[in-house]
């Protein structure tokens, strides 16, 4: 049977993610992680449609049944480490953050020219735009409009003291395409995933050994206006840190536009493969990327 797509939304009720930012105020994180032990593995045997997701990455990476049901468990428990890292920023918490390649990223913050901060569903992206803001440069981020209000309005908050402001994308709507190009045009940076379809235009490329449809609009956008596209992956770490990794992505310009495109995709492709087989515990993107009919 097919799988139901994820909705990209973060689980708990209004009530719960409220208290989870208050216990975290009061314990701090590591006392909080450990409490995940008692609900996980009842969450994964409630939440099929979305662990089965992580089982699929698992077994394309060359995991037996066995060990790729263990490694569910693993790859859900370092998410909710990071989802308790993403309120514990709303509770104030700081972490440790080493960017490698600084030089590139504010080399680019420190020109005129708008760019893509391009991230994925691998490791905690948003603790990348929290950490490389700037005060003399406003960042969007493209935000998914169908995030919980609890959500949606501590990020605004931890944003807006960061110099970031949020570009909604909502489905069936057209209005972040315009907010899109203005901020670029002004010179802003623009942070989006590079592996969330949030509509039917998409790239094929490949992917962990086989076709999986990835999102047309920025590639075509950056072909477009000859935008620069720095490529992040934030890793998190033992003691507190993350490590942020950044590298810029290139493509010929006297290709056709179109076949700009498809490079650039390609190309974030090939890197978030080797990333997610470096780290297989770091692929947050729990749904069903390939259209397999079986695991």
């Known amino acids: 049977m097919a799988q ?9 009720t209004h009530g719960m993610q409220r208290a989870l930012v208050s216990l975290i105020r ?4 590591k006392p909080v992680y450990g409490f995940m032990h008692l609900w996980l593995v009842w969450y994964i045997l409630v939440r099929p449609s979305v662990t089965r997701g992580a089982y699929i990455f698992h077994r ?3 995991r037996r049944r066995l060990q790729a049901a263990f490694d569910v468990y ?3 428990y370092h998410f909710g480490k990071v989802i308790i890292d993403r309120f514990a920023v709303y ?6 953050i080493i960017v490698e390649n600084k030089e590139l990223y504010y080399g680019k913050m420190n020109r005129e020219k708008g760019f893509v901060l391009l991230f994925s569903h691998f490791g905690n992206s948003e603790m990348a735009a929290y950490s490389m803001a700037t005060p003399d440069k406003h960042m969007n981020i493209l935000a998914f409009g169908g995030e919980t209000p609890v959500v949606m309005a501590e990020r605004a908050k931890v944003l807006e003291r960061n110099n970031i402001g949020m570009i909604v994308v909502n489905p069936g709507e057209m209005g ?8 670029l045009e002004r010179g802003e940076v623009l942070a989006v995933a590079g592996d969330r379809r949030m509509g039917d235009k998409t790239i094929s490329c490949t992917f962990m050994g086989a076709a999986a449809p990835f999102p047309a609009g920025v590639f075509h956008l950056c072909a477009a206006l000859h935008c620069p596209i720095v490529l992040t992956f934030v890793l998190k770490e033992p003691n ?15 290709l056709p536009r179109a076949q700009q495109a498809v490079a650039l995709a390609q190309q974030f492709a090939t890197r ?3 990333m997610a087989l470096a780290h297989p515990y770091e692929w947050f993107n729990f749904f069903d990327f390939w259209h397999e009919p079986d695991a």
């Open 4 to 12: 139901q797509a994820w909705n990209g939304q973060t689980g708990g």
């Open 74 to 76: 693993r790859s859900f």
């Open 60 to 62: 394309r990476r060359g």
């Open 91 to 96: 509770a104030g918490h700081r972490f440790d």
């Open 26 to 29: 009061v314990v701090g994180v």
């Open 272 to 274: 978030l493969e080797q």
């Open 240 to 254: 507190n840190r993350y490590h942020i990794f950044t590298e810029e992505l290139h493509t010929d310009i006297s």
């Open 176 to 183: 972040h395409i315009f907010e899109i190009h203005n901020s």
